[in-house]
């Protein structure tokens, strides 16, 4: 991974020298320094800590509904054909469409919420029902053979076959949560959020403070991932 990161970094020095202009590619030092900069200020962690903010609060509101939604439709067909449309129709709807209408809907601040929640929802609930459904059906039959309560099951036999897809899924919908509200703020422009770092300094044609913006939000991203490694390691480890 370091020799990546150290590839991409002279790749973008070399770039940096053959353009030779800030404004269409400042050097990764520049960048840096313009990142410091920007930490100094509070307007900077106010950003940051917003987009967190709305990151976290996304996944607090797609994990619990995609349980609700998912545990029901992997153990019913009829529950799963009734979702399949609203999957494909939000599958099949360009990110771009679905921020513009939620700012109609929602105005500035909800807008990078809902639009992460609903590009992490068929994600999780997909995730979940693949893991219901890949219970050991002969310790399914044990279970019904002691008559146990459904509660039973799902403590016993559902939730830990869940678990490892439920992780997964929230691993691939947490960098597309960043992407998504991201690219949110940098639309709709709410009054604090790094993609609103990024749009003011694309109006005012600062390409090196753009780059920074990038990158303190790639950084944000890989640390949240990071963390999350961290944890389903421990959790694998039980």
């Known amino acids: 991974m370091l020799l990546g990161v150290?590839?991409?970094?002279?790749?973008?020095?070399?770039?940096?020298?053959?353009?030779?202009?800030?404004?269409?590619?400042?050097?990764?030092?520049?960048?840096?320094?313009?990142?410091?900069?920007?930490?100094?200020?509070?307007?900077?962690?106010?950003?940051?800590?917003?987009?967190?903010?709305?990151?976290?609060?996304?996944?607090?509101?797609?994990?619990?509904?995609?349980?609700?939604?998912?545990i029901p439709a992997a153990l019913n067909w009829r529950i799963r054909a009734f979702m399949r449309p609203l999957f494909l129709v939000i599958a099949a709807t360009p990110v771009l469409s679905i921020i513009l209408i939620a700012f109609i809907w929602f105005g500035q601040e909800r807008t990078p919420v809902f639009s992460a929640f609903l590009m992490m929802f068929p994600i999780l609930t997909s995730n979940i029902m693949a893991g219901i459904q890949s219970a050991d059906p002969k310790l399914r039959e044990v279970l019904d053979l002691y008559k146990l309560s459904e509660f039973k099951k799902l403590r016993y036999l559902y939730i830990p076959s869940l678990l490892p897809y439920l992780l997964a899924g929230?691993?691939?919908?947490?960098?597309?949560?960043?992407k998504v509200v991201v690219a949110a703020e940098v639309i709709v422009q709410p009054r604090y959020g790094l993609g609103t770092g990024m749009q003011m300094a694309k109006a005012q044609l600062e390409t090196t403070e753009l780059l920074a913006w990038t990158t303190a939000t790639v950084l944000m991203a890989a640390l949240t991932e990071s963390i999350f490694l961290m944890y389903k390691g421990k959790v694998h480890d039980r």
Not at 170 to 178: E, G, N, P, Q, R
């Open 6 to 70: 150290l590839a991409l970094l002279a790749l973008w020095e070399l770039g940096s020298i053959l353009l030779a202009s800030d404004l269409l590619l400042p050097s990764p030092r520049k960048t840096l320094l313009a990142l410091f900069k920007l930490m100094s200020t509070r307007g900077f962690m106010q950003a940051l800590g917003m987009s967190l903010f709305r990151i976290l609060l996304s996944m607090a509101v797609a994990i619990p509904l995609s349980l609700i939604v998912g």
């Open 170 to 178: 929230l691993h691939s919908a947490l960098s597309l949560c960043w």
